[in-house]
């Protein structure tokens, strides 16, 4: 099979062709006809995220088909369409797990990561964390469904659901699809992009947002809550000052850079800072059985598989609106 490998962290993924995997017990076999590339790619490429398995195949916004099934994999048949998120696996036995927070496995296992993941023909996982995709959706539109929308959506619950007032910092693919389910909520949303990111605040309006500037003008009213994606330490303060007194700031990502000193004064109030960490099984059956519901729509930019780097570098200068997605 053709895939994109990264080497060693810090260098571009190199075009190869690898031996087609094979499907152990449990797991499926899967044919890739879409993989989005997330900012957490990102974070792995960068070496930013300690020990990934090398040489990698990244990717985990996976949408394909299965084509085998392991032994005692019995969940799908073949033909059937799937969506591989970022968690793999997980042990099911420590106390994290058996409370229904495998997110926070000490021992859990993550797709492209640990294990392959999409940026290839083929891939294979274990079908216990695989998703059934809605028919609704095209293999290019679901594919930031996977992890944009599912930290998205794990990120909005984290805000409560009194939060009325929505802060989200950072439009790209995370923020573009949880906005629509905030707004179908009834939500009042406020968008931060970058300063001058003209396209991506006009995104945010298109979608509902009441408001959309750059990250440093000033709130037009306090938030409830504020949800950062984009990995800048420095918006946490920035959200703080935003939120009123009660109010929460969630940090979505996986990795963000080191948050600045910060007077008392303005966590002060039951002000809360929280983290979201991965996601659960449960995150994602209920966002993916709400999103065409409401209905979520992505906004993507495609590229072939080869054009991988292309895609990770126009992630990495803030040159897309929406997700990009790599087709093999």
Same mark, same amino acid.
């Given at each position: ?13 190199? *075009? ?28 792995? !490429? ?8 090398? +040489?990698?195949?990244?990717?985990h916004e996976i949408i394909g088909t299965v084509l085998a099934c392991g032994p005692g994999a019995? =969940?799908?048949?073949?033909?059937? =369409? @799937? ?60 594919? #930031? ?5 599912? !930290? ?65 003008? +000033? ?21 703080? $000052? *935003?939120? *009123? ?13 080191? !948050?600045?000193?910060? #007077? ?6 039951? $002000?809360? @800072? $929280? ?5 659960? $099984? ?42 990009a997605v790599l087709v093999p």
């Amino acid at each position: 099979m053709k895939a994109m490998v990264l080497s060693q962290p810090n260098t571009p993924l190199v *075009a190869a062709t690898l031996p087609d995997p094979a499907p152990g017990a449990g797991q499926v076999l899967i044919k890739v006809h879409a993989c989005a590339v997330c900012r957490t790619d990102l974070h792995v !490429i960068d070496g930013e995220l300690p020990h990934p398995h090398l +040489p990698l195949v990244p990717g985990h916004e996976i949408i394909g088909t299965v084509l085998a099934c392991g032994p005692g994999a019995e =969940r799908y048949r073949p033909g059937e =369409r @799937v969506g591989v998120p970022w968690l793999a696996w997980s042990c099911g036995e420590c106390g994290y797990c058996r409370t229904g927070r495998e997110n926070l496995c000490d021992r859990a296992r993550y797709t492209g990561y640990q294990v392959h993941g999409g940026y290839a023909e083929l891939t294979v996982a274990d079908e216990r964390y695989c998703f059934p995709i809605d028919p609704s959706y095209s293999d290019v539109e679901a594919a #930031p469904l996977m992890c944009a929308g599912l !930290i998205g959506y794990r990120a909005l619950r984290m805000a409560g659901e009194g939060a009325e007032r929505l802060g989200i910092y950072g439009f790209g693919a995370a923020a573009h699809i949880v906005a629509q389910v905030a707004r179908w909520q009834g939500r009042t949303v406020f968008a931060f992009t970058r300063p001058g990111d003209r396209d991506a605040q006009e995104l945010a309006r298109t979608l509902g947002a009441a408001w959309a500037g750059g990250s440093d003008e +000033p709130v037009p009213e306090p938030l409830d809550a504020a949800l950062i994606f984009a990995p800048v330490g420095g918006l946490v303060p920035l959200a703080l $000052r *935003a939120v *009123a007194k009660g109010g929460t700031v969630v940090c979505a990502g996986i990795h963000m850079s080191d !948050i600045p000193a910060f #007077p008392y004064d303005i966590l002060w109030g039951e $002000r809360v @800072v $929280r983290s979201v960490a991965n996601l659960t $099984r449960r995150d994602g059956e209920e966002f993916l059985a709400l999103a065409p519901r409401i209905p979520v729509r992505t906004t993507t930019t495609t590229f072939p598989l080869a054009r991988a780097n292309e895609a990770v570098e126009r992630l990495r200068a803030g040159a897309l609106t929406g997700a990009a997605v790599l087709v093999p």
